[in-house]
């Protein structure tokens, strides 16, 4: 089994020969193992689950881009046939229809496992406002999990689905991301479909994405990502895809020195000079910039008539069953009542105010990147104050959606104590993939593990899915995989690598005599009649890529293969008269599985 299920691994093992019903068995023992109660509200049964995974068919990632993908799904969300609660258990309902983004998904393979805990109504940073048992911080047990999608968080930080959604109204997408040391992206507003959201803030909220690596955010909200004309807050943007590599004089805007608020904590402010030094590693300069427009906004969302949006999403229930709130969640929703319509409107215009001041920061700036929060809070911290703590931790996330902004939390240098902290990055709508492309590099620079004590899994360096302009893609299936004796010729040659996948099930995989190293052959049949094969696609210049073909002995040589996902990179065939003496090993799906069994060496 992958140490971190992220999708490439997964998909990786499945090549191998891995069911997803042995993936899902090892999910639901590491749920019992780990005895957290407050990560899920509804599991579940393991044996639908296993029926999912058999109405998969064939191994097919290209057809079914979430083949075999655990993933869970925020409690304010509706799937089919499941309760939907928003943490309120007087609140609970069984929908008779899935949200559409959550239908897109299942659609392209992704196995649901379970619907997660939450701050009750998604009213709360803190993950600590549900009268359910809160979900326990994956890192430290001492510390708040983060919210209100803290459920979601965590349950991808143990690595138990390799991805959950979320929403996000004031960060709820971001912040339980930084604390668990997962990434968290908010997409730009409306870019994916709130149908079946139950809302906090309907003209604000959006479905976010946990994950543990930044390509399987990315991809799995392009997935969700889509135009939905019964929803009147879609709309249909342009959402490029990450730059294969980041823009030249990309402009990044770092807040100034009275921009900076870490409440006090030496070493909070720390660990993000240490973020900025990865920063300037790939971007070099940065400009300083007054986030005075954006505090001013920010406080407009608790402080302001907002709050009577919160309180027109659960009106009939406020209004007529109060004792059914969290006292917390009572507390703040109930300010309602200080604002009128007038109030509404000012505030409105205030808004308007501040978006066109923050429209001079956009003009000069690509992206801002901030801290995830402004320092960790402890539960210890929550049960003696429990606004206070969590307006703290909305500092650098709350203006986000009212300015009409895309975000992307990235895991980032630990504190000096063990403690995660993160950077988020920030856009304005629509660039969504230039913050994948910068974030990604950013969480590999970091070089933290994925998740909660996985120090063997660090972020995987980005790579474009594609070779760039003027290289020549290279299919290999044997000893130039990664890690194995001839990488090296590869990376020798300045090589990089874009991806791993499987072949078409056209061909036939063989040990071919001698060595060692053992060499495999490929070997194209008729179709259907050979088997997936595991690959890894990598990108050399075509000086390096002449080099390398030229040192290919007989019978070995290079062809075009076809791939699950579409493309016809060059890589190895074999003759078939070279055959001859071989041990055929297309059982084995790929030359690891062949090497880890003792067939090979």
Not at 45 to 73: I, M, N, T, Y
Not at 177 to 198: D, I, Q
Not at 264 to 274: I, M, R, T, V
Request: aromatic share 6%; with cysteine.
């Amino acid at each position: 089994m992958p140490p971190f299920p992220t999708i490439a691994a997964l998909h990786a093992a499945y090549a191998e020969g891995v069911t997803p019903r042995e993936m899902l068995a090892e999910t639901y023992r590491r749920l019992a193992e780990i005895d957290d109660p407050g990560i899920f509200l509804a599991l579940v049964p393991e044996s639908e689950a296993f029926e999912a995974a058999d109405a998969l068919g064939a191994f097919d990632p290209a057809e079914k881009p979430l083949w075999g993908v655990p993933f869970a799904v925020k409690d304010n969300l509706d799937v089919a046939g499941l309760p939907t609660t928003a943490a309120c258990p007087d609140f609970s309902y069984v929908p008779s229809e899935t949200a559409p983004a959550v239908a897109r998904l299942l659609a392209a393979g992704a196995i649901l496992v379970g619907k997660t805990n939450l701050d009750q109504f998604a009213t709360g940073l803190v993950g600590m406002r549900t009268p359910y048992p809160a979900p326990r911080n994956a890192l430290n047990p001492a510390w708040v999990p983060g919210g209100s999608s803290s459920g979601s968080a965590v349950a991808v930080a143990h690595g138990l689905v390799a991805f959950a959604l979320g929403t996000d109204t004031a960060g709820s997408g971001r912040v339980p991301a930084g604390l668990n040391n997962v990434v968290g992206l908010k997409p730009s507003l409306g870019a994916v479909s709130s149908r079946g959201l139950l809302p906090a803030c309907r003209t604000l909220d959006t479905i976010s994405v946990f994950a543990g690596t930044v390509a399987d955010a990315d991809q799995v909200f392009r997935i969700m990502a889509g135009y939905d004309a019964a929803d009147p807050y879609s709309r249909d943007l342009p959402l490029p895809a990450p730059p294969a590599g980041l823009p030249p004089g990309l402009r990044v805007g770092l807040p100034d020195g009275g921009s900076r608020r870490f409440g006090g904590d030496p070493l909070s402010e720390a660990a993000f000079e240490a973020g900025l030094a990865d920063l300037a590693g790939l971007v070099g300069s940065a400009e300083a910039v007054d986030l005075a427009p954006m505090f001013a906004t920010a406080a407009l969302l608790y402080d302001g008539p907002w709050v009577a949006e919160r309180y027109q999403a659960i009106r009939s229930l406020i209004e007529t069953n109060p004792d059914a709130l969290h006292p917390t969640t009572h507390a703040v929703i109930g300010r309602a009542a200080g604002f009128n319509a007038a109030d509404a409107f000012a505030g409105l215009y205030r808004l308007a105010e501040l978006r066109r001041a923050a429209e001079a920061l956009w003009s000069r700036i690509d992206v801002l990147v901030v801290p995830t929060y402004p320092r960790p809070v402890t539960r210890a911290e929550l049960d003696a104050d429990p606004i206070g703590p969590n307006s703290q931790l909305g500092t650098y996330t709350n203006f986000v959606n009212l300015l009409d902004l895309c975000a992307l939390a990235v895991p980032g240098r630990f504190r000096s104590d063990g403690t995660p902290s993160g950077l988020t990055l920030i856009a304005p709508r629509g660039r969504d993939g230039l913050l994948a492309a910068l974030g990604a590099r950013l969480h590999a620079a970091a070089g933290v593990p994925i998740g909660a004590s996985r120090a063997s899994v660090p972020a995987p360096e980005p790579g474009p899915a594609a070779a760039g302009p003027g290289e020549i893609e290279l299919a290999v299936i044997g000893a130039h995989l990664s890690g194995l004796a001839l990488n090296g010729e590869l990376t020798g040659l300045g090589a990089r690598f874009l991806r791993a996948g499987t072949t078409r099930a056209d061909y036939r995989l063989y040990a071919l005599p001698g060595g060692p190293p053992r060499r495999p052959g490929l070997l194209r049949v008729a179709d259907g009649t050979g088997a997936a094969i595991a690959t890894e696609v990598w990108a050399l210049e075509p000086a390096a890529f002449g080099r390398f073909v030229a040192a290919i002995p007989a019978p070995l040589g290079i062809g075009t293969l076809r791939l699950t996902d579409g493309t016809g990179p060059k890589g190895f065939l074999v003759e078939a008269e070279g055959i001859g003496g071989g041990t055929d090993i297309t059982e084995y799906g790929g030359w690891r599985r062949y090497l880890a069994e003792g067939a090979g060496a």
